[in-house]
């Protein structure tokens, strides 16, 4: 069913698109100064661009997410969105504060918390703002005529999301404290519920692109929750060991660290075999594109990749390298981004009734970005393992060691150009879908 309430979902999503766009543009402004590039010093410092590069992509992938709920929510409950007038006030007030947010930091205004640098004074906007969300979507659930396993997973991940950024706010005057409750917000979104926010998205698209039946689709997202919660919760120690944690978490967060790839591993499992299943010929190939590479990608990105570097005898020379970086960036754009522009692409016409589906430029944006994005992985990998054999084997100076890397974000530039190209056709496939209408959102059958 289809009901006129989703066409708030566009609106989340243009947003997102927006600060996709931006978010692009403070990595390239990162990626040249690590080539050598850095005329932009004065006015953009590195730090500087990093915190908004990072901080656009928790903001971009958030407001995704929740335009992903309003769209989902309505037709899983079979019912409109308790209140639209107030999804819009969430929407203009999220952008409000992601705005003074990026001002800020241009202004030194932050708070030097790795990952967590919006300022606390914002903080309390954005519980405010998320509280509203969590109200529209869960009363709504529960007014509804069903509460599937589906809605009821992607509106868990979204709370237990609200109730873990709330750790990050707490104050404490020691650093190891801090730091200790900062890694619940940072790994347990990331390799926590955030999966689960991805696991009910990918459920729901998979119902509807396969026609395989929802009882098979949502044991199967059983499997993947539990997973999630068993290895994402304790693999946390693999950060602690460093912040003067005792030694313990050493051993903790490598047992489970090896076990997250299993959450991946079952969500690509999951995809490709529905897939296999499936009778359904459903006319759009784009969102099952997106679908099954959000799936398989992700394996890669934040399963293999992530298992690479942190055990503890690996991560003891890889922690808070270009490493890191590698495993970073295909992980979020795999589990994460991917399934962001796989709703979009399934929803889209379906809100505004126009059926861009096998458009050239749709699968030239999939191959593109993809393609780009694989690059850019294996460009921060050899930097990675140049930086930790230079400065942490031969005991080589930071600053040379940066110096010897340079050539590496050549090629990480020209990867991220292909990729750049890609998304900015995304962009004009969305542009071109135009805005959503009453009438293809009028309550009937898909």
Not at 73 to 86: D, G, M, T
Request: contains cysteine; glycine residues 10%; positive net charge.
């Amino acid at each position: 069913m289809k009901y006129k309430s989703q066409k708030v979902a566009y609106w989340f999503f243009a947003l997102s698109m927006l600060l996709f766009g931006l978010q692009i543009i403070y990595g390239f402004i990162m990626g040249f100064a690590h080539a050598g590039f850095d005329g932009l010093h004065a006015a953009i410092p590195f730090n500087t661009a990093r915190a908004v590069h990072t901080n656009l992509l928790v903001v971009w992938l958030l407001s995704g997410f929740m335009g992903a709920a309003y769209y989902i929510i309505p037709e899983e409950a079979q019912r409109e969105l308790v209140s639209v007038k107030l999804a819009y006030v969430q929407l203009i007030s999220l952008a409000i504060v992601g705005v003074i947010a990026i001002v800020g930091y241009h202004f030194n205004y932050w708070e030097g918390r790795k990952f967590l640098e919006i300022p606390r004074s914002l903080d309390y906007l954005v519980v405010v703002n998320v509280l509203l969300f969590l109200g529209l979507i869960l009363v709504t659930l529960f007014k509804g005529k069903r509460r599937t396993t589906t809605a009821l997973v992607l509106s868990m991940g979204l709370l237990f999301a609200a109730l873990l950024y709330l750790s990050g706010m707490l104050p404490f005057d020691s650093q190891v404290k801090d730091s200790f409750f900062r890694w619940w917000v940072v790994h347990l979104w990331v390799e926590g519920v955030w999966e689960l926010i991805m696991g009910g998205i990918l459920s729901f698209l998979l119902i509807k692109l396969t026609g395989v039946d929802r009882e098979v689709i949502e044991k199967w997202l059983y499997v993947i929750v539990g997973l999630t919660f068993l290895s994402g919760v304790l693999g946390t120690g693999h950060h602690y060991y460093y912040i003067g944690v005792n030694k313990i978490w050493l051993i903790v967060g490598g047992i489970f660290s090896a076990l997250e790839p299993l959450a991946f591993l079952a969500m690509a499992l999951f995809a490709v075999n529905m897939y296999r299943k499936g009778e359904k010929k459903h006319p759009n190939k784009l969102a099952l594109y997106w679908t099954l590479g959000a799936a398989i990608v992700s394996f890669i990105g934040a399963g293999l990749l992530g298992f690479a570097h942190t055990l503890p005898q690996t991560n003891l020379y890889t922690h808070g390298t270009l490493v890191t970086a590698m495993h970073g960036h295909l992980a979020f754009w795999g589990a994460y981004a991917m399934i962001v522009l796989a709703i979009i692409s399934y929803s889209l016409p379906n809100m505004t009734g126009r059926k861009l589906y096998e458009s050239t430029r749709g699968r030239m944006a999939f191959w593109m970005s993809n393609i780009g994005m694989i690059g850019m992985t294996v460009a921060f990998g050899v930097a990675g393992v140049v930086q930790v054999y230079l400065e942490r084997k031969l005991k080589m100076e930071f600053m040379e060691v940066q110096k010897q890397t340079e050539i590496h974000f050549v090629v990480l530039i020209i990867c991220a150009t292909l990729f750049m190209i890609g998304i900015i056709l995304y962009f004009i496939d969305f542009y071109k879908h135009g805005k959503p209408t009453n009438e293809a959102l009028e309550v009937q059958p898909t």
